[in-house]
């Protein structure tokens, strides 16, 4: 089962971290950036092959530390075509440095729409008599408020495919309560959806006892993953909102379980910018980067136990 190996290779790792890889080309070194203008012109291309540059050159330093990356989509397809070649590049050069890949999407639609966003993302297209992974994540993030009709394309393709999917229960930003925290019947609705989570995936529980079905539950909002954490026994938590947008380490503790298992935190600018925040040369930005991982590493593991 798709969780099953990206909890393995947390244990291996002693890692329960992610790095979002969500880059804007200001975050590329300058001169990562003029190489790449110099032979492309300031031009989407560019820009594309200067992310490129810059992703590969994170996951090499970060690899054998972390056990999974999360691109999220936007960040490439602002770019056009060529940004999108580059989200497929990324995720390929992750895989094949044995890292677990979530795509960060968000999607969310029904029928043959969501079959089709299924294939595209976790499984494959048939072209003639082929059959082609056009991206081939592990994971994905999508939105559960159209209810079951929106997920049950993604659960086939989970059990075909060895796939898993994060679905958005309690986010990790601001206004996030205007809707999540309003109550049907006395409970919250990112509850509903929480318990929705476990109804889905509960024909697929892997050896560690967690589904396919995942939830997104922010770091901002401690009460609510020490409570969903005892709800959702099932359910693998994907922890945005950790470092830049406030989420602490000691407020993540609720997020796992008595094995140190069942979440999984993410940080993407933080990383991505170390250097910046370093104030190092720019031509360290990787092993700043690194440094970062091991530090987010080594400040959620001070809560937990993953002995």
């Known amino acids: 089962m798709s969780f099953d190996r990206l909890i393995k290779k947390i244990i291996e790792t002693k890692n329960p971290t992610v790095v979002g890889l969500d880059p804007l080309v200001e975050y ?3 001169y990562i ?13 560019g820009a594309a092959e200067a992310i490129l540059v810059f992703n590969k050159s994170i996951i090499d330093e970060i690899y054998d530390i972390v056990p999974a990356i999360k691109p999220q989509a936007a960040y490439y397809e602002m770019l056009g075509y060529q940004g999108v070649r580059v989200l497929e590049e990324t995720i390929r050069y992750a895989k094949s440095k044995g890292m677990f890949v979530m795509t960060d999407g968000k999607r969310n639609d029904i029928g043959a729409t969501m079959t089709a966003y299924a294939k595209a993302h976790l499984g494959e297209t048939v072209v003639g008599g082929n059959s082609i992974e056009a991206f081939g994540a592990d994971a994905l993030t999508v939105n559960g408020y159209l209810g079951t009709d929106g997920i049950e394309p993604l659960l086939e393709i989970c059990e075909k495919k060895d796939k898993g999917i ?12 205007e809707l999540q925290d309003q109550k049907i ?15 889905w995936g509960s024909q697929q529980i892997g050896e560690y006892g967690y589904s396919c079905v995942g939830a997104v539950v922010g770091a901002t909002y401690p009460e609510q993953l020490n409570e969903l954490r005892e709800r959702l026994p099932h359910t693998l938590f994907l922890v945005p909102g950790y470092g830049a947008q406030g989420g602490g380490a000691e407020g993540l503790a609720g997020a796992f379980d008595s094995r140190g298992l069942g979440a999984i935190v993410n940080s993407s600018r933080a990383v991505m910018c170390a250097y910046k925040k370093e104030e190092c040369d ?13 530090r987010m590493r080594d400040d959620i593991t001070a809560y937990i136990n993953m002995d």
């Open 33 to 45: 950036r003029n190489d790449c203008f110099a032979k492309y012109g300031e031009t989407l291309e």
């Open 166 to 177: 994060f679905v958005l229960a309690k986010t990790s930003n601001k206004s996030s309560g």
């Open 28 to 30: 590329v070194p300058e």
């Open 185 to 199: 019947d006395g409970t919250p609705v990112y509850a509903i959806m929480g318990d929705m989570c476990e109804k």
């Open 282 to 294: 720019e031509k360290d930005f990787a092993k700043a980067a690194r440094r970062e991982v091991i």
